[in-house]
């Protein structure tokens, strides 16, 4: 998703990048050169996306981030259609990063 949504945005020339973080807990006990690397803290418009509870990614979206996530108990389905159905779209991803760099602009 954040690869497609990634692909939408430069096709408008909004310049992107995806950062995976499959383990928060690794990442953190990096040294902060490292994490500086990968979340630079001048980038403040930022997008996490989890098909769960965002409540872990507030520390790294910050203030100008979103989430795109499930905040209530989830359901059984095909993740296609669980994911379209809950919001968590290539085109909601999308949409919340232009909101994050709307917010930093207003």
């Not at 909004?14 to 383990?23: E, Q």
């Not at 040294?31 to 996490?48: F, I, M, T």
């Not at 296609?80 to 909101?99: C, H, M, N, Y």
């Amino acid at each position: 998703l954040a690869v497609q949504a990634r692909e939408a945005l430069q096709a408008e020339g909004i310049a992107t990048r995806v950062v995976s973080m499959p383990c928060v807990d690794w990442f953190t006990k990096q040294d902060a050169a490292y994490r500086e690397s990968v979340l630079p803290a001048a980038v403040r418009a930022r997008v996490s996306v989890e098909a769960g509870l965002a409540l872990g990614w507030r520390e790294f979206v910050g203030d100008a981030g979103r989430s795109i996530s499930l905040e209530h108990y989830g359901a059984s389905a095909d993740y296609k259609r669980l994911f379209q159905e809950f919001g968590i779209t290539a085109e909601a991803v999308a949409a919340a990063a232009k909101d994050s760099l709307a917010g930093l602009q207003a």
